[in-house]
């Protein structure tokens, strides 16, 4: 008989493949915590303090074991010159690209995370979260890698586009990216945080070939991860797509989870515990693009139930989750059913 | 078009040559090649890359050099499309800046023959209608790739319900976390999961059906 466990420990033994009391869950809610908190988007995005108002008013609807305290893509993009635009219930925009051409990848500097952009927003909502909740939730904020970043302070389609015509300009911007980020996740640790969720967003194979992600991305992740002063792995990986290289991902280290798109890409969590469960722990199990946005929460409970008979069998080495960011319409009582249908379904004591 | 002019202009797309696409796109016009002989050749050559990515032997940064070849070797041309295939007017939902999927829609639907109005990124909801009256259009598309963003596509629907112009358009939605379940749900005649699916997905609205192409992997 396994004790009963805080969302801390509980999210720790389940990162290592532990044993736990029930499978924890992961809320996935970013801009939602405006919703939840009454705030608007706009000021939820520029104020520590608003933004852990907003993620614990969530956390007190629903109970999610790992909360997420982060706003948009712009919180490192806009020290690097990315204009936003803000608008009161809106997530901010990238509305002008810092990176125009190849030859301003190497105008980009190292940011300073406590100044720089609005990643303060994120370490001030941590160290306040962290102050009024103590051991009772995980505290896992989203930093996107540097090739997600790349994408963040360039058009896209330019980003792709260097890859094959200008590799040598990219990696010069990747390299500056990638320092930012170890500081980044280095403040956010400082300031009281479990790890981070790790946004290897480009990690897909409608996106990047394999070959095209180990240059320009794991390069990058590995270093980032192996460069961190805490290595005992509690950080989640994210992967968005609908084709993960999951085989890469699941060969770094510094990273025990992997959060993906289960329901909607080629990789369902059932095989994916067969091929990764003795690897990774797992995070997913709920759609946030159909159940949890349009459905009511008797159908989030049977899929939250299908995916804990699935994944959580052995009663470890998953967390639930949605396979992305949650909408901020998604209705607060769906999110709510994920934790009851996990203290429902998802002992560990099995 | 001689032998040598179809190779030419067949492995510049196949290989993503853009630097050079614009000039033979001009050569080919100024010797004499019809536009819809260069458009069977891009055709031809598009359909070996899309098949290239949908088998996954190339992925997205081969897939926009193309793409942007493709549309530059069309350039020249492109005052004469006279959009035989159909009308369409698309474009990415306000409040989202993400367009990548848009643009290689955009540019395989031009490539097919369709006359398409791309009204860009971040676009108000009512423009979707507005521009549907305007060009007379048989199909509206509408995308996003921000979860955040998804219900603005029902919304949209709605508007061209209320305008009285949805009996004489169909409706298209599309983006990375958009689904058939999704699609079908708000009402959406078409969805497809890629931009080499969407083709086959315009045809068959232009005939009148409703089509749902998802990716492989998507559950029914």
């Known amino acids: 008989m396994i004790h009963s466990m805080n969302s801390r420990d509980r999210v720790y033994a389940a990162l290592t493949r532990g044993p736990v009391d029930r499978i924890p869950v992961c809320g996935m809610g970013w801009t939602i915590g405006a919703v939840a908190g009454g705030f608007s988007t706009k000021e939820y995005a520029q104020d520590g303090n608003i933004m852990a108002k907003g993620q614990i008013a969530f956390w007190k609807k629903t109970g999610v074991d790992i909360l997420n305290p982060t706003s948009d893509m712009g919180q490192l993009a806009e020290g690097w010159g990315v204009k936003m635009r803000y608008e009161a219930d809106l997530t901010p925009m990238l509305d002008e690209f810092a990176v125009k051409e190849p030859s301003d990848w190497e105008k980009l500097r190292v940011l300073d995370p406590l100044v720089d952009g609005r990643m303060y927003v994120t370490i001030e909502a941590v160290k306040n979260i962290r102050e009024h909740l103590g051991d009772k939730v995980a505290l896992m904020p989203y930093v996107p890698s540097p090739l997600t970043s790349a994408t963040h302070v360039c058009y896209m389609e330019q980003v792709m586009m260097d890859i094959l015509l200008n590799p040598d300009a990219l990696h010069i911007g990747l390299k500056t990216m990638t320092e930012t980020i170890i500081a980044y996740i280095e403040a956010i640790m400082d300031a009281g945080a479990d790890g981070v969720l790790y946004a290897t967003t480009r990690a897909s194979g409608e996106i990047t070939t394999e070959e095209q992600y180990r240059e320009f991305g794991e390069k990058y992740d590995r270093l980032v991860l192996s460069s961190l002063k805490r290595q005992d792995g509690t950080n989640i990986l994210h992967v968005c797509g609908v084709e993960p290289h999951f085989g890469i991902l699941a060969g770094y280290t510094n990273a025990n989870g992997i959060n993906w798109w289960d329901r909607g890409s080629n990789l369902s969590l059932e095989e994916a515990k067969k091929k990764f469960g003795d690897k990774i722990c797992l995070v997913g199990g709920i759609d946030q693009t159909t159940t949890l946005i349009l459905e009511g929460a008797e159908a989030v409970e049977q899929e939250a139930k299908e995916a804990i008979e699935k994944g959580f069998a052995d009663g470890r080495g998953m967390i639930l989750s949605p396979g992305c960011e949650i909408s901020p319409n998604t209705p607060l009582e769906n999110v709510k059913m994920m934790v009851k249908a996990a203290e429902l379904y998802g002992k560990g004591d099995r | ?220």
């Not at chain 2, 100024?30 to 069977?40: L, Q, R």
């Not at chain 2, 643009?103 to 395989?108: F, T």
């Open chain 2, 1 to 220: 078009m001689n032998e040598e002019q179809y190779k030419m202009a067949y492995e510049c797309v196949v290989n993503g040559k853009v630097g050079e696409a614009q000039k033979i796109g001009e050569m080919l016009k100024a010797a004499g090649v019809d536009s819809k002989d260069v458009g069977k050749v891009l055709i031809d050559a598009m359909n070996v890359v899309g098949h290239k990515y949908r088998e996954r032997e190339i992925a997205l940064p081969q897939l926009i050099l193309a793409t942007h070849s493709f549309k530059k070797m069309l350039l020249p041309y492109v005052m004469d499309t006279k959009g035989e295939a159909g009308t369409v007017v698309m474009g990415v939902v306000q409040n989202d800046i993400h367009d990548i999927g848009k643009n290689l829609v955009v540019g395989m639907l031009q490539v097919y023959g369709y006359k398409v109005h791309d009204l860009g990124k971040d676009v108000p909801l009512d423009k979707f209608v507005e521009a549907a009256k305007q060009h007379n259009a048989n199909i509206v598309g509408a995308g996003t790739l921000l979860t955040a963003t998804m219900p603005e596509l029902e919304t949209i629907l709605n508007k061209l319900k209320e305008s009285g112009i949805k009996e004489k358009v169909k409706y298209m939605v599309g983006g990375a976390p958009i689904t058939t379940t999704f699609a079908k749900r708000i009402g959406a005649d078409g969805y497809a999961a890629d931009a080499v699916l969407a083709v086959e997905m315009v045809a068959e609205l232009m005939k009148g059906n409703q089509c749902y192409l998802a990716a492989r992997q998507e559950k029914a």
